[in-house]
């Protein structure tokens, strides 16, 4: 979670031919797939070889965003020895803009730091559990690309793997836990990580950037916590743990401290504990109120450039006209529990359950040996889905375009459908 953040197309099929109309004809409508295609024999994994890999990860366990507001012997010790760096997962890197540039200011961790935890840490800090988790999905991932199919160098290699992250430290830190376990601390070239400022971030939902976004989510924070069912809920909890009405604490909260607290093992406050299913759904319920999931421009504004970029890199690597030295086998984004939720319901695989740390979504682009069609299978904590539209796991990439084509935006209709709600609003001003 992060403080304060919260035309369709219709691909025709890909194949040895049908690859160059992507960039041919700069991805225009074309006729969806004959239905006979849906009755097609299972595709012989086997035969397929593997091209490209995304991964897209939550940052490893951390302090809390924000204290409860309860009497200070009943708050959880956040003890500096909490955030001791394993040696395994020491690992040297370089921060630049997607320019090359120096690293910009982080406002977050700025912010981050004006808070500091009963024992003495900050608010937001990854901890040693959170690099070890993030160290454990570096190791499973060099399982799955480096020992079980020889697909990545044993080594990082700068002209393998593309690492990205938003410009929050515990996504930086994260990110460098993940390629010390993927890579085992070996490298043949400079690690660099890219981010963006925070101004222009699409790693996540970006409503200071976007008027539209700021508009529909504007108050819906606080009327959540007066939805039926919601409100109830919220009430009981806060009544138990002697938190009042005018705390400002709503299930967001409330879930943030527990699950902190939890994967810590750390001596939660009794209701916490008690209530812990309860928080997690109702701040699920909570997120959805603010996203209007059954609105697909919310959720267009919320990862709209985010699926643009996701689709991009699949076009790129399905083109023959791409040249090798702008591709990559392996894209790496460091994100939020926030860039997750919407993510996972733009491609309808969204479980009601909060992303928890150091979880991954990654997605893989397969091309058949013999027909040379490309497909893409997606896999949520390690288990594979079934996106929307797709018949089955193995996902034909056009099936699986068409499902992102609903909310995917390219960066100029981003900023128009962002400025949209300004412009009406200043014109009705005249």
Known sequence: MITGVFRMR????????????????????????????????????????LKMVQVVFRHGARSPLQPLPLEQSQQVEWNPQLLEVPSQTQFDYTVTDLAGGPKPHSPFDSEYHETTLKG??????????????????????????????PFLSPTFNPLEVSVRSTNINRNLESTRCLLAGLFQRQKEGPIIIHTDEASSEVLYPNSQNCWSMRQRTRGRRQTASLQPGISEDLKKVMEVMGIGSSDGVDFLILLDNVAAEQVHSLPSCPA?????????????????????REDRESIQLAVGPFLHILENNLLKAVDPATPPSKIRKLYLFAAHDV??????????????????????????????????????????????????????????????????????????????????AQVIELVSGE
């Open 272 to 292: 916490l504990k008690r209530f812990a299913w309860m928080i997690e759904q109702r701040a699920v319920d909570t997120a959805l109120y603010i996203l209007q």
């Open 339 to 420: 860039t997750l939720m919407p993510l996972l319901m733009a491609l309808g695989i969204f479980d009601h359950r909060w992303p928890p740390f150091a979880v991954d979504l990654t997605m893989e682009l397969y091309q058949h040996q013999e027909s040379k069609e490309w497909f893409v299978r997606l896999c949520y904590h390690g288990e594979e889905q079934v996106p929307k539209g797709c018949p089955e796991g193995l996902c034909p990439l056009d099936k699986f375009l068409n499902t992102m084509s609903a909310y995917t935006l390219s960066p100029e209709k981003y900023h128009r459908l962002c400025s949209q």
């Open 10 to 49: 219709v691909w025709a099929p890909v194949g040895v031919l049908t690859s160059l109309a992507y960039c041919v004809h700069q991805r225009k409508a074309a006729l969806a797939e004959p239905q006979e295609a849906d009755r097609r024999n299972p595709v012989d994994r086997n035969l397929l070889e």
């Open 120 to 149: 003495g840490m900050f608010a937001g800090q990854l901890t040693k559990v959170g690099m070890q988790q993030m160290f454990a999905l570096g190791e499973r991932l060099r399982k799955s690309y480096v020992e079980d199919i």
